[in-house]
């Protein structure tokens, strides 16, 4: 096959499904940067709830 006998529906097709992979590719990136940041401020977020714990113990509230 030459190169000039690629339809210009197929060229297109090639071209949508290139970009259609990008974006999948760019979700999946935000998706895991969000689940390592959330792994990242785990500690953090059990130490506030560590804290409102003991605060409720302290004020009778559990």
């Known amino acids: 096959m030459n190169r000039a006998e690629i339809d210009t529906d197929d060229l297109l097709k090639l071209v949508l499904l290139l970009v259609v ?3 999948l590719l760019e979700i999946v ?3 895991l940067g969000l ?5 990242d401020a785990l500690p953090t977020l059990i130490g ?3 804290v ?3 605060a409720l113990h302290l004020t009778d509230r559990i």
């Open 21 to 23: 992979a990008w974006l």
């Open 29 to 31: 990136e935000a998706v």
């Open 48 to 50: 506030v709830a560590l």
């Open 35 to 39: 689940a390592f940041w959330l792994l």
């Open 52 to 54: 409102v714990v003991i």
